[in-house]
T-cell receptor, first 112, second 114 residues
């Protein structure tokens, strides 16, 4: 069964550093997403990406965040200057728009 | 703004019991509803997807129903097993435009005791 692959599984970074989280969505999917889950809280939407551009972003997704699909297969989330409150599990997902999401296994980001 | 609520927050049952997890949502204009399973510190595994035009979906021991007009869904697990222990998340996708985002509930933490 096709999978969404995320790397790394766990990343520890110093406050103020830039991080890039990587995802390989399912190849024939059209819509790509990033979600995050702070420990003990709900999974919350960050951004959706379609046709090589952002289609929607949440209020969490401020200027410190950016997404890219640099080469037609990878989908990245960059956080420019990490804060302690960015510590969370970040999930990448993709779908066709009709049949439901497939999520990756997540990247646990710890900002120290 | 769509709000999704899951009741109960936690549930502990002996092995073999049948159980029901509840999900409610405030805006009935949904495209579909998806149930996920999350093991501790892990990703989200899709269990069942119900389109807005459907009333229920079944997969093995799992059955999910949808009553869109009342804003409710239930996940029924038959003959529970210790391996079913996990957090179960409900998520709705709203109708409209280019917005295909999901809104999640906080989940129900299920413990099945041997």
């Amino acid at each position: 069964e096709p999978e969404v692959t995320q790397t790394p599984s766990h990343q520890v970074t110093q406050m103020g550093q830039e991080v890039i989280l990587r995802c390989v969505p399912i190849s024939n999917h059209l819509y790509f997403y990033w979600y995050r889950q702070i420990l003990g809280q709900k999974v919350e939407f960050l951004v959706s990406f379609y046709n090589n551009e952002i289609s929607e972003k949440s209020e969490i997704f401020d200027d410190q965040f950016s997404v890219e699909r640099p080469d037609g297969s990878n989908f990245t989330l960059k956080i420019r200057s990490t804060k302690l409150e960015d510590s969370a599990m970040y999930f990448c997902a993709s779908d066709t728009g009709a049949y439901g999401y497939t999520f990756g296994s997540g990247t646990r980001l710890t900002v120290v | 703004k769509q709000e999704v609520t899951q009741i109960p927050a936690a549930l502990s049952v002996p092995e073999g019991e049948n159980l029901v997890l509840n999900c409610s949502f405030t805006d009935s204009a949904i495209y579909n509803l998806q149930w996920f399973r999350q093991d501790p510190g892990k990703g989200l595994t899709s269990l069942l997807l119900i389109q807005s035009s459907q009333r229920e979906q079944t997969s093995g021991r799992l059955n999910a129903s949808l009553d869109k007009s009342s804003g409710r869904s239930t996940l029924y697990i038959a003959a529970s097993q210790p391996g079913d222990s996990a957090t179960y998340l409900c998520a709705v996708r709203e109708v409209g435009g280019s917005n295909y985002k999901l809104t999640f509930g906080k989940g129900t933490l299920l413990t099945v005791n041997p």
